[in-house]
């Protein structure tokens, strides 16, 4: 008998002008004659993490996560994850993917009475009934596999209040016959429960994934956590996300030992014209100068490769009003495109919020669009056109001003 704990992580829906907007969910299973003894040791590294009280993924640093990950692999506890990413404001891809559920949902066999429910339930639910779909089918797939299991699969979900929702029917009515079917074409019987996470451990384990999953994701959660999942992972997409994470540009301060190296990045970048309000090409001294004068507030960091070879930098500069920073990026020409300038922005956000900042603004020339794009993509929304932002000879370029507004989750 298996009992599998599944509980999610972020909000369902898009946040606009937040960048990676991530939702999660994390299923988790363990046989229920080993489940006593992974309790009992999750009660004493809670004690000894100082947790009274139910345990939260948002509530553990990254060495306790990593504590409660490397509990769950001691116990060959086994997991699938799944995400959806949420775009800033586009709707278009949020309308198709709620279509995209509701027909899927009305074709497994979904009764009329809640078919005819679908277009008054809200997006958020209906976009985490279909990833949890994904999830619960992975899952099944995954338990039953080569091996043949005996006896019941209980799955046990968190409620979303003390009266049955929307989300509880649709699970009840529109999920669990489809995986009912599947489960007993493998002599398998299927439960479903709703209890509460507070007196269920399983679920509160499920959360510590979830989190973490998100958190990893977001570029909020180092390697010592996301090692901890891949261990734990079965989900293919979800360990190629991970996986992704060891490649990806180190992150740190810059220091003034890195002016000639950035020199070297910035002066192409100059010189190719159309990218950039700088116009003449900088020395080692006046990297030096920038470096050792930058405001008590400011962030400057720097993505390298494996082999220490500079990929970019961006940095924030505090702004006349305390809670506005402007934040400026330029990554190596054969490097754009491969991820640098968005692991830059993850470590400069947290940064300049731990700073203080709130907001930040970048100004661009109106003829780069690959940098319009970037920031986009960060969650900056366009807030100003500005005509004469930039003169060259007789040429006037115009500019733009992009703002965002930091998220502390």
């Not at 506890?77 to 899927?104: G, K, M, S």
């Not at 300049?352 to 969650?379: I, K, W």
């Amino acid at each position: 008998m298996v009992q599998v704990f599944i509980d999610e992580s972020g909000v369902f829906s898009n946040v606009a002008g937040h960048e990676g907007a991530v939702a999660t969910l994390a299923a988790t299973w363990v046989s229920e004659s080993g489940l006593p003894t992974l309790v009992s040791e999750l009660e004493a590294l809670k004690a000894e993490l100082e947790i009274d009280g139910e345990l939260k993924g948002k509530d553990l640093d990254e060495t306790g996560t990593a504590s409660v990950l490397d509990l769950l692999a001691r116990h060959d506890v086994l997991a699938c994850l799944a995400h959806l990413e949420f775009p800033a404001r586009d709707e278009t891809v949020l309308n198709e993917r709620r279509r995209r559920v509701e027909t899927e949902l009305i074709e497994t066999g979904l009764p009329s009475a809640l078919a005819s429910e679908l277009p008054s339930i809200s997006a958020q639910v209906v976009q985490q009934v279909g990833l949890l779909r994904e999830l619960m089918t992975e899952t099944t797939e995954r338990l039953v596999g080569p091996k043949s299991l005996d006896g019941t699969i209980t799955w046990k979900l968190d409620p979303k209040g003390r009266k049955t929702t929307s989300f509880e029917r649709l699970v009840r009515e529109g999920l669990l016959p489809e995986l009912s079917d599947r489960l007993r074409r493998s002599g398998l019987t299927c439960f479903l429960e709703f209890p509460r996470s507070d007196r269920e451990p399983g679920l509160q384990l499920a959360d510590v994934m979830a989190t973490a999953y998100r958190r990893a994701l977001r570029g909020h959660l180092g390697r010592e956590g996301w090692q901890g999942l891949l261990r734990l992972s079965r989900s293919p997409t979800a360990t190629r996300a991970l996986e992704r994470l060891a490649t990806a540009p180190r992150v740190r301060p810059v220091t003034e030992d890195d002016a000639p190296a950035i020199v070297t990045l910035l002066n192409p970048i100059i010189r190719q014209g159309s990218l950039t309000a700088i116009t003449e090409p900088i020395t080692v001294d006046d990297q030096l100068q920038f470096i050792r004068e930058l405001p008590e507030r400011a962030t400057y960091l720097l993505a390298q490769d494996e082999g220490g070879r500079l990929l970019g930098i961006q940095d924030v500069l505090p702004g006349a009003d305390d809670g506005t920073g402007a934040i400026s990026t330029f990554v190596a020409l054969d490097a754009q495109r491969h991820g640098v300038g968005r692991a830059l922005s993850r470590a400069t956000f947290r940064a300049a919020l731990e700073h203080g900042h709130r907001r930040l603004t970048a100004t661009l020339r109106s003829d780069n669009p690959g940098a319009f794009a970037f920031y986009r993509r960060q969650g900056f929304e366009l807030v100003a056109e500005l005509p004469g932002y930039l003169r060259l000879g007789e040429r006037t370029i115009a500019g733009v001003k992009m703002e965002k507004t930091l998220d502390a989750a």
